[in-house]
């Protein structure tokens, strides 16, 4: 009767613990909500009637896009835009967001070739928004970058990689644009390459909010 009795009490005192460890893992905490990502591509913005110049020449428009041909292919997509080696040159990453956003992170992923780039301060720009009257974006961050190239005169591209631009921005809902301005005239190794510019793969935005690109050239959609 003895031995019965401790049996039950034992079998008592599983059950107590199992439903125990039950619980607690009922009650661990959910994972962190991750934000969404939107890759907009350079290929894919609008490139009518821009203006191209490179180390020996110029090109217009979609042929300012090239292919993705080295080995590691890290462009995404298999294209990025070059020939912006001159003072004003840009790009205008555009979409739509579906309500005004305040958590909004900018990352542009970039290589270079030729020679390394080294620009300070305001000699690279990301805007948002440009406002025609005023001459001036609504918001415009500073992008210090450096990149080390293969060599001089080198046309081996660099692997592309993320470069942080800004965190934490608000924006409208409707309509922007998020421009890369080159604002300087650091000349090149290039006859006429007359700044130093990145080579551009895409604009990458982190948010919780809802975005739709705006997209060009569909030729070039993968």
Known sequence: MKCKWILSLFCALLLLGSAALAEGEAAA??????????VLEAELTNLE????????GSTTGTGMITGDDTDSKTASNGYYVSWLYYPGAYLSFEFEAAEDIDDLTIVLRLSAQYNSINVKGDQLIVGINYDEDAEAYEQQFDFPLTIESYSEFSSRVMDFQDYLVVENVSIKKGYNAVELLINNDIKGVGGTM???APLVDCLILYTDGVITPITYNPAYVN
Do not use: L, R
């Not at 009637?49 to 180390?55: F, I, T, V």
């Open 49 to 56: 009637n821009k203006y191209g110049s490179g180390y020996s």
């Open 29 to 38: 905490p959910a994972e962190e909500a991750q934000p969404n990502v939107y």
């Open 194 to 196: 007359k700044a130093a």
